[in-house]
């Protein structure tokens, strides 16, 4: 279900650049171009998603950026997320909140009347969690003597964990000052604690992790607004279809 909707939602925007930039005609001039610039805010709406359609998952993440320049924006997206890991030797459970920090560049020219975005974007992730051990088993390769299951809880609170995040993000203006954006993310985790004797198999806002690499991905997809504080007036050279 996570996947046909990302699906959808990505061929609805893009569809939604296609069809504006060729609907979007003028003659060949020069003419002036009024750029807003503010606080856009909004939501991944990809947590809520997931918390009703996954077992023993939830999150919440607000999303933020203030356009800087023609093509730079400062980002910023803050959540909480919960997750259980249970598999046939071990029940746990990861929770706690992470902030991410960055910028954008917006890579998409714009036509006339236009307010889209092809983004590139880095962040700084920042995670504080806590690690629940609720049980596990001892593992063995004797067959005669079955694995032992230690039933006694354990909680490791004040874990951190640091990575940096490669975004590429697809946003189009559905109607005045209100985007719909997706986006698709690449982690590479520098830092993390670790309890004595046991993994973080997930943390908040990096998503599952791996003994083998410290690469990590992630997905999402926002509703936002604009907030207006300012306008630019730009002069823009467009030509006309044959």
């Keep these: ?18 069809a504006a930039q060729s609907d979007d005609s003028v003659g060949n001039d020069t003419v002036p171009k ?14 809520p998603i997931r918390s009703l359609v996954e077992d ?5 993440e607000l999303v933020a950026d203030f356009r800087l320049s023609k093509k730079f924006y400062a980002a910023a997206e803050l959540g909480n997320e919960s997750k259980d890991w249970i598999e046939p030797n071990i029940d746990s459970r990861f929770s706690g909140s992470y902030a991410k920090l960055g910028f954008d560049y917006n890579a998409y ?6 307010s889209n975005a092809i983004n590139l974007g880095l962040r700084y992730g920042f995670s504080t969690f806590t690690n629940e051990l609720n049980s596990y088993g001892i593992y063995t390769t004797n067959p005669v003597f ?6 006694e809880p354990q909680e490791f609170t004040g874990l951190t964990a640091h990575w940096a995040e490669l ?13 719909l954006s997706i986006n698709l993310q690449l982690k590479h985790k520098f830092a993390e604690d670790r309890p004595d004797n046991f993994n973080n198999l997930y943390i908040p806002g990096f998503n599952r992790t791996y003994d083998y690499s410290e690469f990590g ?23 006309a279809e044959n």
């Design 56 to 60: 023993g998952y939830s999150g919440f």
């Design 217 to 239: 991905v992630g997905y999402g997809y926002t509703i936002s607004y604009l907030i207006p504080i300012f306008q630019k007036t730009e002069m823009n050279e467009v030509e």
């Design 109 to 114: 020219e714009n036509w006339l009347g236009m």
């Design 1 to 18: 279900m996570k996947r046909t909707l990302l699906f959808f939602i990505s061929l609805f925007l893009i569809s939604h650049l296609c």
């Design 34 to 47: 009024i750029e807003k610039y503010g606080l856009r805010v909004g939501v991944d709406l990809a947590k």
């Design 146 to 151: 079955p694995t032992e299951r230690i039933n």
């Design 167 to 179: 975004i590429v993000s697809i946003k189009t203006e559905l109607f005045s000052n209100l985007y």
